[in-house]
C-alpha cells in the first residue's frame, strides 16, 4: 500500500464516495471522487469528569446507570425535557405496558397492551390474569429484578388504576398509571 500524504488524490468508486462525502471535495468525474486527505488536528486531551456539566452526565442517573432521556410519555415533550432516575424507567414500563405485543416488528414478544383488557368483562380473576402479565412484563426489563403489580377496576369510569412497585439495582421505584381505553397516563412516579 502506497503512503498518502496530505497533498496526495487519490480516486473512490461511486458507492465509496457516498461513504467518504464529508472527507472532501467532488471535483471528479462523474462517478468518481477524488478526495484530498488532510492530517489530523493535534490531538486533545479528554476533559476531566469533574468538568463536563452534570446534564451531560444525567444528573443521578449517572450513579443509578438508568441513563437520561427526552421526556416522552405519553408522547414527545415539545421542550425537550430531560428526565433521568426513576422517571426514566417508569416511562419504559409505561411504554411497555401500552404497546400490543407483536406490534414492534424486530421485538415481538416486548409489550402488554393493558387497554385490551378493558374490552372484557372485568372479573377478580380477569384482574388477576392483569396483574400476574404485568409483573412478568415488567420484569422483562433488564433494569428491573422484581415487579408488584396492584390493579383497581373502576365501573363509573370504566377504567384501570395499576400501581407498580419495582425493585431495582439501587433502590425501589413506585408508580401509578391510569389505563382507559383509549390512554395509558402516568399518574404519579416515586
Given at each position: 500500500m502506497a503512503n498518502i500524504s496530505a497533498d496526495t488524490p487519490f480516486t473512490l468508486g461511486p458507492f465509496e464516495a457516498l461513504m467518504a462525502f464529508n472527507l472532501g471535495s467532488l471535483d471528479g468525474p462523474t462517478g468518481v471522487t477524488t478526495v484530498y486527505v488532510t492530517p489530523p488536528a493535534a490531538a486533545v486531551p479528554p476533559a476531566p469528569i469533574s468538568t463536563i456539566p452534570k446534564f451531560v452526565l444525567g444528573g443521578l442517573a449517572a450513579q443509578t446507570g438508568f441513563g437520561s432521556d427526552v421526556l416522552v410519555f405519553p408522547g414527545l415533550d415539545p421542550n425537550l425535557t430531560l428526565v433521568n432516575d426513576g422517571r426514566v424507567v417508569a416511562e419504559a414500563l409505561a411504554r411497555r405496558l401500552s404497546t400490543p405485543r407483536g406490534s414492534l416488528p424486530f421485538h415481538p414478544d416486548?409489550?402488554?397492551?393493558?387497554?385490551?383488557?378493558?374490552?372484557?368483562?372485568?372479573?377478580?380473576?380477569?384482574?388477576?390474569?392483569?396483574?400476574?402479565?404485568?409483573?412478568?412484563e415488567c420484569e422483562q426489563d433488564e433494569r428491573v429484578q422484581s415487579?408488584?403489580?396492584k390493579a383497581s377496576f373502576s365501573l363509573a369510569t370504566q377504567s384501570l388504576?395499576?400501581?407498580?412497585?419495582?425493585?431495582?439495582?439501587?433502590?425501589?421505584?413506585?408508580?401509578?398509571?391510569?389505563?382507559?381505553?383509549?390512554?395509558?397516563?402516568l399518574l404519579s412516579q416515586e
Open positions: 416486548y409489550g402488554l397492551d393493558l387497554r385490551g383488557y378493558l374490552n372484557d368483562a372485568m372479573t377478580p380473576e380477569r384482574l388477576y390474569q392483569l396483574r400476574a402479565a404485568a409483573e412478568l415487579a408488584e403489580v388504576r395499576v400501581s407498580i412497585n419495582v425493585t431495582t439495582n439501587t433502590g425501589d421505584l413506585r408508580f401509578v398509571l391510569n389505563v382507559s381505553q383509549v390512554s395509558v397516563d
